[in-house]
């Protein structure tokens, strides 16, 4: 058989393993699950030997489907901001911290503090959160100082299944950046902050580009995956970079938008563009700015946006099976666009961008008896359209101006959804068709280490969308009327959160 290129996507609960040809034809997908360990309220641990299980019984689903298949390169995509720790023997020290795990906010607090917000803004990009690599370190440092006294070497989730491929240290700047160690603009460690931190430089791996070979299949890795040894291994990138590369979101003139259990927009830009007030991430792409390439993106999140219409339906509606949301779709449909005057605010649990308010909370407002269940739905929807319109305010500050909107995740299968995006924000909406796209920008990847493909070239022919949805100019300009409503609903109510969140039931 031809030469085929092999994408592995290390996500937060399962390896997805995607083989396709050259020409971006996927011939074969499989993937398999890992649990997240939580021994304490707030943290999130994983083991690192699970994710090499999950990838080794991920590839017996690929043979199987494409069996004798030549494998030219491997790519990766992994979670972002997860920290592995090895020792003198390359050994695991303690199991993986991953990106959920909360327990160091003082940290986060420290290192703000210590470098000053808009100095590690302009550093990183980014403001540090919990989860993230350097507030974990930090916290093994102050809590664990024996074991980290122990450490050697510091990686990411998806640099160590590719230290498990090639016996290599290595990470790229997309990956890089989301630990909050990396100068953005150098594309490499920040000297101020591993001074700061206390972090030897030969404690974190070589920075090499995503599309490079870091290394070759070993001996060993090949006979437990049942491939030949030999094989190169790119660096890979972190999975939103990679989620971009699969979408075909690779200059300025497109935003990605992912409707998920959260919401994510992701818009490409050609340099180290900062929001001083911290309300979004300037990451690295998975691109080199050479040539004029987009080098890095900005990132708004919302945090309830798939999980606001599941709270509805588990919690509220008590609808259960894999048509409800067909239902709550159809009863929102038959409700005309602003539920009557109901607006939901979309904060179940606390928002990102552009608030960065982890005690907001969620209301309908304007509740009538005239209201039923399709206005709940509909004003769900809406509410979390405004949220994302309201993130992507931001980024339009910073200078985004996109065309067109890409829709990836479970809010790209919904026709409702697809139209309220394009009236919300007044963009044209493409629903991105093809499936696992962080898997497939890590194949590209592969193409990449491989000589056999340029990334951004890659990117723009693979992703397929469905038709174009276009936004009506009538309801574009009702619902800028409801989003005036929607932002000045939380400006009005942001003092009576907190206190909110902290009461406490009265006993009978």
């Known amino acids: 058989m031809s030469d085929h290129l092999l994408g592995i996507d290390l996500g937060t609960s399962s390896v997805k393993v995607l083989l396709a040809t050259v020409d971006g034809a996927v011939v074969a997908s499989a993937s398999a699950d890992y649990p997240i360990d939580q021994p304490q309220p707030g943290r999130a641990e994983q083991a690192p030997d699970a994710w090499w299980r999950a990838t ?22 992994g979670q972002m901001h997860g920290t592995v720790l090895l020792g003198l023997r390359r050994q695991l020290l303690a199991p993986a911290v991953i990106w959920p795990d909360r327990r160091s906010q003082s940290q986060v607090t420290e290192i703000t503090e210590m470098l000053g917000a808009q100095q590690l803004y302009a550093i990183t990009g980014s403001p540090v959160s919990t989860g993230f690599q350097a507030a ?33 240290f290595a990470t790229d700047p997309s990956d890089a950046a989301g630990a909050l160690l990396l100068d953005e603009t150098r594309r490499d460690w920040s ?93 690295c792409s998975a691109l080199t700015p050479a040539e004029g390439q987009a080098g890095w993106y900005q990132m708004g999140a919302i945090l309830s946006a798939g999980l606001s219409l599941r709270w509805l339906r588990d919690q509220v509606l008590g609808w259960q099976g894999r048509s409800a949301y067909e239902r709550m779709t159809a009863l929102a449909s038959e409700v005309a666009p602003g539920a009557d005057g109901l607006i939901f605010l979309p904060y179940l649990v606390g928002e990102r961008t552009p608030h960065m308010d982890s005690t907001a909370r969620g209301a309908f407002f304007g509740l009538t008896l005239a209201h039923g269940q399709g206005h709940l739905v509909r004003a769900v929807m809406e509410g979390v359209t405004f949220a994302a319109c309201d993130a992507y305010g931001v980024l339009c500050e910073l200078g985004a101006s996109s065309q067109e909107i890409v829709l990836a995740g479970g809010g790209a299968r919904s026709a409702l959804w697809q139209q309220l995006i394009a009236d919300v924000f007044g963009i044209a909406v493409a629903p991105l068709q093809t499936a696992e796209q962080s898997a ?11 000589g056999m493909l340029e990334p951004a070239d890659a990117a723009r022919r693979w992703a397929h969308y469905g038709e174009a949805i276009l936004p009506d100019a009538q309801r574009h300009a009702f619902y800028g009327e409801r989003m005036a409503a929607f932002r000045a609903l939380y400006a009005r109510n942001r003092g009576h959160f907190e206190p909110a969140a902290k009461a406490q039931p009265v006993n009978a």
Do not use: N
């Open 191 to 283: 000297d101020v902050l591993l001074d700061a931190l206390g972090i030897r430089r030969d404690q974190l791996p070589p920075i090499l580009p995503s599309g490079a070979v870091a290394g070759t299949l070993t001996t060993a890795a090949a006979r437990e995956l049942g491939l030949p040894a030999g094989i190169p291994v790119a660096t890979g990138a972190a999975d939103t970079a990679c989620s971009a590369l699969g979408a075909g979101v690779v200059d300025r003139s497109r935003l990605l938008l992912t409707i998920s259990t959260g919401g994510q927009l992701v818009q490409p830009c050609h340099g180290v563009e900062v929001d001083t007030r911290g309300r979004i991430h300037t990451f």
């Open 136 to 168: 974990t370190v930090r916290w093994f440092q102050e809590h664990a100082p024996d074991l980290w006294d122990q450490v050697v070497m510091i990686l990411l989730p998806k640099d160590y299944l590719r230290f498990r491929l090639t016996s290599e």
């Open 56 to 77: 080794v019984g991920a590839m017996s689903g690929i043979h199987s489907e494409a069996p004798g298949a030549r494998i030219a390169a491997i790519g990766l995509s």
């Open 440 to 450: 497939l920008g890590a194949v590209i990847l592969a193409g990449a280490a491989a």
